[in-house]
């Protein structure tokens, strides 16, 4: 699969590999075949010694990323992972890889796309870009990285309103909340991101490695969290409640989610 990619583009370059999600018709949203790919660009880039930075992004200067494709029922995905598609190990791979990941964000990186930016060491916006979740809109939750070490980031206040009221913001806001690192106009974008490449390059890899396994180490305690939690989201998914969100989403009317509480 390394050599051969159909959802992903998977640049190397002056020692940085930039892997971009190519589903533009999607909002870069995951299909089964773009959670494999993912995971093989990052542990090729990840392990590959001449590589210093990746940098994950998405095509089209739409969307970043949107989570999983909404045309896929969750009750059907069956292939690996808690949760039948392997998103906890897209999460483990970014942390784990000794080197920088860079989110270069254009657009929206909303849902699962907003939790890949939040993992990743370091997020580059442009001007135009909007942060969010959707989770409970759509009857679905990342009860791991998404939202434990969120709050980590943004703090506890601001996290829980990312996810109970699933308002978007935009890129200052996200600046301003700590979730960015840097802001920019979308024209300059690409030339900020290669100077901050740039710069870790001239960095020592091996001090960099160590930094980032001692940031890691402090938060390292969410892994278990994220996956005893994203086994009870399996269950919930097979619930009326959160089939609820998935149909609304896709006829685009309002959920009815209380009608779907099973009470005793």
Known sequence: MSQEYEDILYEDAN?????????????????????????DALQRAGWDQDIGVIVITGA???????????????????????LGVPVEEIHTLI??????????????????????????????????????????????VDPGFGSAY???????????????????????EALEMGLVNKVVPEEELDAEVDTWCEEILQRSPTAIAIA?????????????????????VGLYYQTDEAKEGGNAFREKRTPDFRSKIKRD
């Open 15 to 39: 020692n940085v590999v930039t892997i971009t999600v190519n589903r533009p018709e999607r909002m870069n949203a995951f299909r089964e075949k773009t959670y494999f790919e993912m995971i």
């Open 60 to 82: 089209g200067g739409k969307a970043f990323g949107v989570g999983g494709d909404s045309g896929d029922k969750k009750a059907d995905r069956v292939t690996r992972g808690i």
């Open 150 to 172: 969120l709050a980590r980031i943004v703090g506890e206040k601001k996290a829980r309103e990312i996810w109970y009221l699933c308002r978007r913001y935009t890129a200052q």
């Open 95 to 140: 942390r784990d890889v000794p080197k920088p990941v860079i989110a270069k964000v254009n657009g929206f990186a909303i849902g699962g796309g907003n939790v890949i930016a939040t993992i990743c060491d370091l997020t580059i916006a442009s001007e135009n870009s909007q942060f969010g979740q959707v989770g409970p809109k759509v009857g679905s």
């Open 212 to 232: 980032k396994r001692s940031f890691n180490a402090d938060t390292e305690s969410i892994r278990g969290i994220a996956n005893m939690g994203f086994q009870t």
